[in-house]
Each structure stands twice: as structure tokens, then as C-alpha cells.
């Protein structure tokens, strides 16, 4: 009978591990900073790429990234997130109006007999409240804080203004033992995470446009409100677009009865059809990699654990946990190649 035998070694290796988990979870936000940071300047990382091949020189660059990002925020600040406040609160005001339609039809009524109206158009006031407060009070909001959101655009700004500036921390912080690994593993994973933020933010993009000129045509309110929600929603794969249709067409038997809401469920039913057949293939061509679920499943956890930033670092991480999966599924595999030509 073997006995389990713990030595100091194996007591010192648990006790590093537990502080090194307890001491994480203490700076947590900090790590989010930091990879929040990380995945933005991989996003900025092709048009570094680009510009070395013009022979533009790295700073000047980045610098135009970050001004031109800076101005485009600005702008959709003021020409599109105000007038959006502006359908949010039409939309909070006429929201007990759609209610009573859907709870009156034999079809919606049991659907939303469990859902409190107050406690809805109290949340939307509350979010109407926190964006309405100013362009950099709301992108505190969004990033978890003014210092945090201060905190990630300098951060990114250092790591991309570095020739290699990622390689460059993770040289860093990683042993020296695992260093080439991590460094080739991050290789692997940087080029597919830019493009993914790149197409992603395109597609959203052109998806609440083609919604929003779509429901323009259709004479349907709060038409501008319901498309930026339908350009959210596309980073949610497979249940996105539904997700983004079912408030639309809500709406559409709200103010006109159920013809209306067939000619909106046909209008997203068209787009999405654009979308898979066309759009999708073009924009995001440069596919990540990770399986519809697991982005589903990491947006939600990412969500649920870190709000914004946790969706949006999820997919990156789970981009790289899979090329990690693969990688060790290849060693298994190298292994057991060996054992077996051993015992042969």
C-alpha cells in the first residue's frame, strides 16, 4: 500500500499558488485594465502593420489611431448617442403603451403577465440618467470608472506605440521557463483578435444601418434606437439577430398590430439573410476561430463577471484558451505516438 508522502516543497508550491490566487483576485481590476488594454492594442496592431509597409513611421501612426478614434467617439457621442437619449426617452415614456398592447393579445398576453413594466422603465431611466451626464461620464461608465477608462487608453497607447510592445510585457511578466511558448502562443493568437475587433465593430456597424434605413422605410418609431441595439446584439453569435428583433417587432405590434410586426420580423429575417450570405463572409473573413457556443459562453461569463470589459475580452480569451486546448491536445497525442512506438 502506497503512502501519500507531502513534502516542504509540495506545501511551499500550494501556499505560492493560493497567494498567487488570492493576490489576483485583490487586483482583479487591474488585470482587467491590463487585458482590456492588451486586446485594443492588438485590434490597433494591423494599421501599425500596414504602415510599416508604407514606410510610415510607428508613432505618428498610432498617434492618428488614437486621434481619429478619439474624434469618431466624439462624434457618435454627439450626432449619435444624444439623439439616441433623445428615442430612449421616448421610448420610456410610451413604454406602458407597448405593455398594455402585448398584454391585451391572446398571443403576447401570457408572455408578459411576469414582466413588470415599472421595474423595466425605471432600469431605462437610470441608463438614460448615466449617459445624459456627458461624453466622458459615459465612457467612465462603459470602462468601469474614469481611472480605469485613463488607465486603458494609456496603457494601450504604450503597448502599441512599442514596436512589439506585447511581446515586449509578456517577456515580462512570464517565467523564463515558458517565455518562448507564450511568446508563440500570443503570435498565434494577436493577428486573429485585431481582425475579430476589427470585423466585429464593421459588421455592427452595417447591420444598425441597414436596420435603422430599413425601419426608416417601414415608418416605425424609436427607428435609430433599435438599430444601434440590433448592431449590439450582432456580437452574440447564432442568437443575436433574433435577440435584436424580438424589441422591433414588439414595437411594431405595439403601434400598428400584428401586420406590422410581420413586415419588421421580414425586414430582420431579410437583413440577416444579407448578412450570412454576403456581409459576414466579406467582413469577417478573418474568422477567430472559436466555436459559435464557446463565444456564447464567454460573452455571457465575461458579462456576468466583469460587465463591458469582461465582454469585451471575452472571445480574445477564449481565441487563445483554444489555441492553449490545442496545443496540448497535439503533445497528448505526440506522447502517446512515443509511448506506443516504444512498446513496439
Known amino acids: 500500500m502506497n503512502k501519500l508522502t507531502i513534502t516542504t516543497g509540495s506545501w511551499v508550491r500550494g501556499v505560492i499558488v493560493i497567494a498567487a490566487a488570492i493576490a489576483l483576485f485583490l487586483i482583479r481590476d487591474l488585470v482587467l485594465v491590463i487585458l482590456a488594454s492588451i486586446v485594443i492594442a492588438s485590434a490597433i496592431e494591423p494599421a501599425a502593420m500596414w504602415a510599416k509597409k508604407k514606410g510610415i513611421p510607428r508613432l505618428p501612426t498610432i498617434l492618428g489611431v488614437y486621434v481619429l478614434l478619439g474624434g469618431i467617439f466624439a462624434g457618435l457621442f454627439y450626432f449619435l448617442f444624444l439623439p439616441l437619449l433623445s428615442e430612449l426617452s421616448g421610448f420610456i415614456t410610451q413604454f406602458p403603451q407597448y405593455a398594455s398592447s402585448l398584454s391585451s393579445d391572446a398571443l403576447f398576453g401570457t408572455a408578459t403577465q411576469s414582466i413588470s413594466v415599472a421595474g423595466l422603465a425605471g432600469q431605462l431611466n437610470n441608463l438614460f440618467v448615466s449617459f445624459s451626464q456627458g ?150 473573413k478573418k474568422v477567430i476561430g472559436v466555436p459559435p457556443m464557446v463565444s456564447i459562453l464567454a460573452l455571457l461569463i465575461g458579462g456576468e463577471l466583469a460587465g463591458f470589459l469582461g465582454v469585451l475580452i471575452s472571445v480574445p480569451l477564449a481565441a487563445i484558451l483554444m489555441e492553449f486546448i490545442s496545443d496540448l491536445e497535439k503533445e497528448k497525442s505526440v506522447r502517446l505516438s512515443e509511448h506506443n512506438g516504444s512498446k513496439a
Not at 470585423?199 to 438599430?227: E, F, T
Not at 403601434?255 to 406590422?260: A, D, F, I, Q
Request: charged share 10%; net charge neutral; aromatic share 12%.
Open 135 to 284: 461624453v466622458f461620464s459615459s465612457a467612465s461608465l462603459i470602462f468601469g470608472g474614469a481611472f480605469s477608462f485613463l488607465l486603458i487608453v494609456i496603457l494601450s497607447f504604450y503597448l502599441s506605440v512599442q514596436e512589439d510592445g506585447i511581446g515586449k510585457f509578456l517577456k515580462v511578466i512570464t517565467p523564463w521557463q515558458k517565455e518562448k511558448y507564450i511568446l508563440h502562443l500570443w503570435d498565434r493568437s494577436k493577428q486573429k483578435i485585431g481582425f475579430w475587433m476589427q470585423g466585429q465593430l464593421l459588421l455592427a456597424a452595417i447591420i444598425a444601418v441597414l436596420v435603422y434605413l430599413g425601419l426608416l422605410l417601414i415608418g416605425l418609431p424609436h427607428a435609430l434606437l433599435l438599430a444601434v441595439a440590433a448592431g449590439c446584439f450582432e456580437i452574440i453569435p447564432l442568437f443575436g439577430p433574433i435577440i435584436a428583433a424580438i424589441p422591433a417587432i414588439l414595437v411594431g405590434f405595439g403601434t400598428n398590430g400584428m401586420p406590422e410586426a410581420l413586415i419588421v420580423a421580414g425586414l430582420f429575417l431579410i437583413v440577416q439573410q444579407f448578412e450570412n450570405q454576403l456581409i459576414y463572409p466579406l467582413v469577417v
